[in-house]
């Protein structure tokens, strides 16, 4: 039988911290929770079953490691840092008794990671500001396996993943994550559950995996087009696609065939327009095209 898991308060974290010579850097943006009801919290929203293999990005001295692994069937961490990489299996060994064999530590950049040791099913994790749309990102593509996610990142950024279109905060990040799925925020998170305290508030963001909204084209056509739809924000869609479109008139067609409004500003489109947009460029062609060459034989 398991016995009970001891979660990371405030003095463990600073005594690991102290142990293996820890200092939190600004560009890794380590800020390690240190309130257990956050971690079960976390954990909670997340549905983590003894059926998931959950990836957890950054997992720091361990503390959401400890809640994930009271749960999962398998926890798999991937740490940039590594003496925390080096040094979390004992800490885990030390508060989590025979579960420390559920745990896979894979040092490593997660923007760079491809290939896992088991499939993960769930991606939960307390995000590095810098780097949280990305990464999500990054492994949504890499991890079809992946059916949700629930991440802890800026608040500010957590409102923008999860916004509407039309709304002030929609924009590039909101319609990529909508390409994977259902986003919403599923909560707010005090600065003060972090050591150290960080100057912002964080926000937790669901992500439930769904299908794309189009099938006929793929994943980098569209993120193309959103691009170009928000490198110039508040500009009609004529003007804004003319440099992916080759010109504002091919723009104009483009857009028109998808059935979209060539004076619509990309804030107001929602993944799948934006998706109708990319297959409507694919179909596009010039009206004349040119020739080929007569070869030897065609004289």
């Known amino acids: 039988m398991n016995e009970p ?22 560009a890794w943006g380590q800020n390690f ?12 929203l997340a549905e983590v079953t003894p059926e998931d293999v959950v990836l ?17 069937g398998r926890v798999l961490v991937i740490e940039i840092d590594p003496v925390l990489a080096a040094a979390l299996p004992a800490t885990v060994a030390g508060a989590a008794g025979d579960r420390s064999a559920r745990l ?27 780097i949280s749309v990305p990464v999500v990102l990054h492994l949504l593509e890499a991890f079809p396996s992946i059916d949700r996610v629930l991440v802890m990142v800026q608040l500010e950024v957590a409102q923008r993943l999860a916004a509407p279109p039309g709304s002030r905060t929609y924009g590039a990040p909101s319609a990529k994550a909508a390409w994977f799925g259902t986003v919403r925020l599923a909560g707010t998170v005090g600065r003060t559950i972090f050591w150290p305290v960080p100057k912002v508030d964080s926000g937790l963001v669901a992500i439930e995996r769904g299908q794309p909204p ?14 170009a739809a928000f490198a110039q924000r508040r500009k009609m869609l004529r003007s804004a696609l003319a440099g992916w479109a080759g010109s504002p008139a091919a723009a104009s067609s ?44 065609d004289f």
């Open 5 to 26: 898991v001891h979660f990371l308060g405030a003095a463990d974290i600073r005594r690991l911290a102290s142990e293996h010579g820890i200092r939190p850097t600004k």
């Open 104 to 130: 896979g530590v894979i040092p490593g950049d997660a923007l760079k990671v491809t290939a896992l040791p088991a499939a993960p099913t769930k991606l939960v994790a307390n995000l590095p500001y810098n």
């Open 214 to 227: 189009r099938t006929d084209i793929g994943r980098r056509e569209v993120f193309a087009v959103v691009d």
């Open 254 to 297: 483009i857009l028109t065939a998808a059935g979209v409004d060539p004076t619509t500003r990309g804030e107001h489109l929602g993944i799948a327009a934006f998706a109708d947009i990319a297959a409507a460029r694919c179909a596009y062609a010039d009206p004349e095209p040119p020739r080929p060459r007569p070869g030897p034989g």
């Open 56 to 72: 957890e990005v950054g997992p720091g001295l361990g503390s959401l490691t400890l809640g994930l692994l009271e749960s999962a």
């Open 33 to 44: 929770v240190i309130d257990a009801n956050t971690v079960r919290r976390i954990v909670r």
